[in-house]
């Protein structure tokens, strides 16, 4: 299994402005993967965590909008860049040890833009 | 959209009813996984379920899929007040990695 946590757990933030989210893993993980959960919904895939190289990212989302980075096996950020009052929702970011396998997740990023 | 639906949106039984919830899903998939979260916290797993099972069970829970009917269900047994939560399944395509998740299950057990 792996222990995963996020930095904050929340925020209030200003229209305008960028909020970077860390996301730590206890152990190596192959694959780790950022989501966002709108109020009341369920999970859309934002871009699949990439170590070393690009994030890739699923459609709708675009790196200019959602930076990632994943600089080693167990961390990873996601930015939330130039914030509008639709991007209020709660960010999760996962990993999975074995390719397809379980993934686990941390306990999410709340955020709210005013 | 490569979102599975759930059905239903809610489900408020009474403490020791059993609850079932069902998803389906559009495409061939790898495995198909169930996940619990606690007012808008981290998902939970719960149990995964690959394409060529048909049944599994994890105590009080049991999992079942019909890949020619691309749908699952989750049945929990015995349903505590500690069970009210949201349920989602999600799906691992065909020769993929990440998760599609269902629309949810709001569940509530009440004492």
């Known amino acids: 299994s792996a222990v995963i946590s996020q930095k904050p757990s929340r925020d209030i933030c200003q229209r305008g402005t960028s909020l970077t989210i860390q996301c730590q893993v206890d152990?190596?993980?192959?694959?780790m993967f950022w989501y966002r959960q709108q109020p009341g919904q369920s999970l859309t895939l934002i871009a699949t965590?990439?170590?070393?190289?690009?994030?890739?990212?699923e459609s709708g989302f675009v790196i200019d909008k959602f930076p990632i980075s994943r600089p080693n096996l167990t961390f990873s950020t996601l930015t939330v860049s130039n914030m509008s009052p639709e991007d209020s929702s709660i960010y999760l970011c996962?990993?999975?040890?074995?390719?397809?396998?379980?993934?686990?997740f941390g306990p999410g990023t709340r955020l709210l833009v005013l | 959209s490569q979102q599975g639906e759930e059905d239903p949106q809610a489900l408020s039984i009474q403490e020791g009813e059993n609850a079932t919830m069902n998803c389906s899903y559009k495409?061939?998939?790898?495995?198909l996984q169930w996940y619990r979260q606690n007012s808008g916290r981290g998902l939970v797993h719960l149990i995964l379920?690959?394409?060529?099972?048909r049944e599994k069970h994890s105590g009080r829970l049991r999992v079942t899929l019909d890949t020619s009917k691309k749908s699952s269900s989750l049945l929990i047994t015995a349903s505590r007040a500690a069970d009210t939560a949201s349920y989602f399944c999600?799906?691992?395509?065909?020769?993929?990695?990440?998760?599609?998740f269902g629309t949810g299950t709001r569940l509530t057990v009440i004492p």
């Open positions: 996962s990993g999975v040890k074995d390719r397809a396998e379980t993934q686990y």
């Open positions: 152990s190596q993980v192959t694959m």
């Open positions: 965590a990439n170590q070393g190289s690009e994030a890739t990212y």
């Open positions: 495409t061939s998939i790898n495995n």
């Open positions: 379920i690959r394409s060529n099972e």
């Open positions: 999600a799906t691992v395509e065909t020769g993929a990695n990440n998760l599609f």
